[in-house]
């Protein structure tokens, strides 16, 4: 079943559930503690300023055509993708310096799981699920530095990301399979009574794949720097009994960083969980 193959994707990673709702719950009543908690400005914190899209230049008005700043970091993670793959291993050597060693670790890391998971036949879409990875890993990465903004965070980047990848693998299963592809909903090993049911159930499970795909992604993130920011306002708030929220500050860095691979490796696995359903839509 369709959703099947999306439920054995997510077994690969089991603690990324229980980690994204611990760290959503904590954000929410660290939230909700930060606003209500007190009257004094100097102890206000609102984590969920961090995530407003702003002028990069200046000003208020926001338009089509005006750079934010969450334009910026999209371009400095390009920017950052470019320079790792290109720059970095423009010279081949064959002992390779350390970012060549970087790049192509990530590159044997994706290749490998595209063949694994969606086959063979599936390595060439490798250039295209190998961009997105680097693309939310690299994004992720850069916004764990210090007053920068993530565009991971926001769902409207993360839902055009999903919906990219949900077009693609529609039009690939059309294209490969015509009406075969729709087979993908209809389970023939169940009991012929309970097949219409269960291909409305899948259909359904099919079209809300986007939106889990987008969700799962920026809700991580999301959740993750507004616990950090809670406990940094608490550290610059208490002065010195800051001992312990600073403690946190680490620690919650220190596991946002694991975040921060596993959601783009979470991303890119599901993408080639749906392009093997693409390719191979019977059950």
């Keep these: 079943m369709a959703s099947n193959t999306e439920q054995s994707a997510g077994q690969t990673p089991k603690g990324t559930k229980g980690i994204g709702f611990a760290l959503i719950a904590a954000a929410i009543l660290l939230f909700v503690v ?7 400005p100097a102890l206000s914190i609102h984590p969920m300023d961090q995530f407003e899209i702003k002028p990069a230049f200046g000003g208020k008005d926001l338009s089509i055509f005006t750079v934010t700043n969450s334009a910026i970091w999209n371009f400095l993670a390009v920017l950052a993708v470019f320079a790792l793959m290109v720059v970095g291993t423009r010279g081949r050597a064959i002992i390779p310096s350390r970012i060549q060693s970087i790049a192509e ?11 694994d998971v969606a086959g063979k036949d599936a390595l060439g879409f490798f250039p295209y699920v190998f961009t997105l990875f680097l ?11 210090p007053t920068s903004f993530t565009p991971t965070a926001q769902i409207a980047v993360t839902a055009v ?12 299963g059309f294209a490969k399979n015509g009406a075969g592809f729709l087979g993908l909903f209809w389970v023939s090993s169940a009991p012929l009574p309970l097949r219409p049911v269960l291909a409305v159930i899948e259909i359904i499970s099919y079209f809300v794949r986007p939106v889990s795909h987008s969700i799962r992604l920026a809700g991580n993130v999301m959740a993750g720097h507004a616990v950090l920011k809670v406990f940094a306002g608490f550290a610059g708030a208490l002065g010195a009994f800051s001992v312990l929220p600073i403690m946190g ?6 596991l946002e960083v694991l ?15 749906y392009l093997k359903d693409a390719l191979h839509p019977s059950h």
Excluded at 34 to 40: A, E, F, I, Q, R
Excluded at 105 to 115: H, I, L
Excluded at 135 to 143: A, E
Excluded at 249 to 254: D, E, G, K, L, N
């Design 34 to 40: 930060g606003l209500v908690g007190t009257k004094d």
């Design 105 to 115: 670790m990530a590159y044997g890391f994706v290749y490998k799981m595209v063949e």
């Design 135 to 145: 693309f939310i890993v690299v994004t992720n990465f850069l916004g764990l530095i």
């Design 161 to 172: 990301l999903a919906m990219g990848v949900f077009l693609t693998v529609t039009l690939v």
């Design 249 to 254: 500050v680490v620690a919650i860095y220190a």
């Design 259 to 273: 975040v921060s691979f596993i959601q783009a490796y979470v991303f890119t696995i599901l993408t080639c969980v």
